[in-house]
Structures are given as C-alpha cells and as structure tokens.
C-alpha cells in the first residue's frame, strides 16, 4: 500500500489566486514528520516545509501552510496568493521516526500557475 | 554565496569508472545526506550521517560509499558506476537535533550523472 497519496497529478491556479495540493498518508508509528518540496522544470529540490506529528498548529513559512488533519492522515500544502514562479512540481513526503532517515515520497503534483 | 554546493554540477562517465561526487555546506549543521532521484520519482535516500564519526547506510546504499572528511564536506563515491546509477543526485542538510522538532533542509543543486 501507498504511504504518501497525492491524487492531483496536475493542477492549474490563475495568479494571485489560493491553491491547496493534496496529500494523504499512512503510517502506524506514533511519531513521524511531513515534509513539503518544491522541484522547478531546472531541476533543483527546494524544501518548504516541515510538520511534526506531535506539532499542535499547521506549520507556515510565508506562503506556504501546511493543512495538518491527523485524524484524516492529510497534510495538505497550502499557497496563498499564487505567482509564476510558483509552478513547478510538488512532492508530498513522510519520514516516520521509529525508522532510520529514510523518507517515502509521493509521486507529486504538478502545478501551473496562469497569469 | 549558495549554503551548500555540489561538484561537479553535470558529469559522463564510463561503466566501470570510479567517481567522487563532492559536497560541502556553511551552514553548520551536523547532518548531511546524499539521495538519488530517478525520472519522474521522488527522492531515495543513499546515505546519511549525524557528524564525522557517524555515517549510515539509506535504502538504496549498494554500490555507494561515503566520507564525511569534515563537517562542512561529505563526498558519495561510486566504486565502479554502471548505468542503472544514472540519475540527478543531492546533497543535503538539516538544522534538525534530536530535542528540537522544527526542521528546515537546504538541498545542493544537484548532479546529473549518466553512466554509459
């Protein structure tokens, strides 16, 4: 089975607008984190942001919030006020504690923002 | 200046050839890590390690080997590369401790590799 969902192979967001990228997870260890990565069509691996499992607020970092529903097993992305720059493909991942470093990825979302 | 840097940024190489993939960071953190991210596929996880004496095996660590020569460098090796090692390949760091749950990664800019 899939730890790391994300059902939206592709999505599009006119600027300015809000976008939320989806993820769901699965895992039975108590302690884990989420992770939220950003790779351009250039290739780079930009990390955005991190959420503990144990963290009782949503992460944020400027425009990015993580929409962190535990019961749910989802950790969705949140971009507010989208721009150009902003497209790119996402990558919802999952480390879980109990285990070594290794993270479990989804197989992303690439999103397009329209001008 | 970039926090962590990569060498070389693009390399061909030939079956058989060894070749050092090199990395170093200003950040001053303790932990670096090399992943392997093939086409459309997130990121595997080659080694790790949480200070110069300390360096572990990843999911994917065969045919691999590492040397954190200093905190600020840790250099992936393929001992005898074969093209099924062709892949864009990271270095990163993490500013995480094991009492502090906030994190924050800086990823190099890669190295594509294609081993003929």
């Given at each position: 089975a899939q730890k790391i969902t994300q059902t939206q192979p592709g999505m599009f967001v006119q600027e300015k607008e809000a976008v939320t990228l989806d993820c769901t997870y699965d895992t039975s260890d108590p302690s884990y984190g989420l992770f939220w990565y950003k790779q351009p069509s250039s290739g780079e691996m930009i990390f955005l942001i991190y959420q503990g499992s144990y963290d009782q607020q949503n992460a944020t970092e400027g425009r990015y919030s993580l929409n962190f529903q535990k019961a749910r097993k989802s950790a969705n992305l949140v971009i507010s006020a989208s721009q150009l720059g902003d497209s790119a493909m996402y990558f919802c991942a999952?480390?879980?504690?109990?285990?070594?470093?290794?993270?479990?990825f989804g197989k992303g979302t690439k999103l397009t923002v329209n001008p | 200046d970039a926090d962590v840097t990569q060498t070389p940024r693009n390399?061909?190489?030939k079956t058989g050839k060894r070749i050092m993939l090199e990395c170093s960071q200003?950040?001053?953190h303790d932990r670096m890590y090399w992943y392997?991210?093939?086409p459309g596929l997130g990121l595997r996880l080659i080694y790790y390690s949480f200070d110069v004496k300390d360096i572990n095996k990843g999911?994917?660590?065969d045919g691999y080997s590492v040397s954190r020569q200093a905190q600020a460098k840790f250099s992936l090796s393929l001992e005898s590369a074969i093209p099924n090692q062709t892949a864009l390949y990271f270095c990163a760091t993490s500013d995480r401790t094991y009492?502090?749950?906030?994190?924050?990664?800086?990823?190099?800019?890669g190295t594509r590799l294609l081993v003929l």
């Open positions: 999952m480390r879980e504690e109990g285990g070594s470093e290794k993270l479990v | 390399r061909i190489t200003t950040k001053g392997r991210q093939d999911e994917i660590s009492s502090d749950s906030q994190e924050t990664q800086y990823f190099g800019p």
